[in-house]
């Protein structure tokens, strides 16, 4: 059996070889060699039974032993996780501090409405450029070049080339599914738009539409109107009444506005209608048969109808917003008031 003092010799050797790496490694090393039964411990305990001639050699043994296996101990002592240090207590069942979230804009709340309004009823989205060339946007609605009603909407041209715009209405995007997808066509084009107006309470250069299109075999008036009494009674309840006003759009024929019965009065008469009982919503008609022509379908076989809504005057005759500029000044103050809306 080795001596005492080859052990010590033995694990001296170990001592130094050892490589500590983290918290954990560390911890092993004092077990192992400095703790309540740890190496050194016990071999203090086996002092006694050291020849009484070597006692003094093997004390000295132990002792340098000792103090390596602090050392090595020491010099890793970074490495080790104070478990006892004092942090502050947490409790856990506290609620966090609230993360300020933002909401929905009104006008998306709006747009959200009317889309899932009609998608309820078979009509699938679309979105198409903002920046729209001439084509989709005026010639193949069955607005050529001076025809008088582009005159109807003020529009903004991009750089000084007259064939690129930025698109007055939604119709453009109707264009553009005439032109790719396969009839029956079933589509809700909702987007923003821009007219060159002055910014008022009433008019500003950007807003919104939601533009309804739906072509196929015997399409008829009665279909667009019983489609947009649907609408009005999912938006603004089953007591609302509607009225279609002959109305002229290049792209449709026969063309109508729809009004309904005003939403704050009911009829009686107050500012929002005028004291007429009456709001306008929406524009719509029959799909001109020159639009049709356009995209290469036969107005013999084919025919359809058309609505443009802005979400703008939507959400001002369903919430009251009387000025057309809160919209966009981001007030949160204005747009706190619909966040119980979805
Ligand atoms: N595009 C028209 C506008 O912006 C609205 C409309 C769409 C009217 C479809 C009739 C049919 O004013």
């Known amino acids: 059996m080795a001596s005492l003092q080859e052990q010590i010799q033995q694990y001296e050797l170990e001592i130094k ?68 240090a ?17 909401t929905r804009h009104p006008l998306r709340v709006v747009e959200n409405k009317i889309v899932s309004i009609f998608e309820r009823i078979g009509f699938s989205v679309a979105t198409g450029p903002e ?14 070049e001076h025809h008088p009603a582009r005159d109807m909407q003020d529009t903004f041209y991009v750089s000084t080339d007259p064939d690129w715009v930025l698109r007055t209405h939604t119709s453009s995007t109707q264009a553009r599914i005439l032109e790719t997808e396969q009839l029956p066509i079933r589509v809700i084009c909702p987007g923003r738009v821009y007219r060159n107006e002055t910014i008022s309470a009433r008019a500003h250069c950007f807003f919104h ?33 509607v009225r279609f ?46 639009m049709l022509r356009n995209f290469g379908i036969d107005p013999e076989v084919y025919t359809g109808f058309a609505f443009g809504m802005g979400v703008e005057r939507i959400t001002q005759v369903k919430y009251q917003v009387n000025d057309l500029r809160m919209y966009s000044q981001n007030d949160v103050r204005f747009l706190r008031q619909f966040q119980a809306i979805t």
């Not at 019983?226 to 009005?232: G, H, K, M």
């Open 86 to 102: 004092k942090c502050p207590a947490v409790d856990n069942t506290l609620p966090g501090t609230p993360l300020p979230i933002g």
């Open 245 to 290: 006003r002959p109305s002229y759009f290049p792209f449709t024929e026969p063309s109508a506005e729809m009004d309904i019965s005003c939403t704050v009065c009911g009829g009686s008469g107050c500012n929002l209608c005028k004291h007429t009982g009456w709001v306008e919503i929406l524009g719509c008609g029959m799909v001109h048969p020159n």
């Open 17 to 84: 070889a050892i490589n500590i790496a983290n918290a954990a490694e560390l911890e092993d090393f004092r077990i192992r060699f400095l703790g309540a039964k740890g190496i050194v411990k016990q071999i203090f305990g086996e002092m006694k039974n050291v020849p009484a001639d070597q006692r003094k050699e093997a004390g000295q043994m132990l002792n340098s032993f000792k103090i390596l296996a602090e050392e090595k101990f020491e010099s890793f002592k970074s490495l080790q996780v104070d478990t006892k």
């Open 209 to 241: 539409q939601c533009e309804g299109l739906y072509v196929d075999k015997n399409v008829s008036f009665a279909d667009l109107k019983q489609t947009l009494y649907y609408f009005v009674t999912e938006m603004f309840g089953e007591n609302t009444k």
């Open 131 to 144: 920046i729209e060339d001439d084509w989709h946007n005026f010639t193949s609605l069955n607005m050529p």
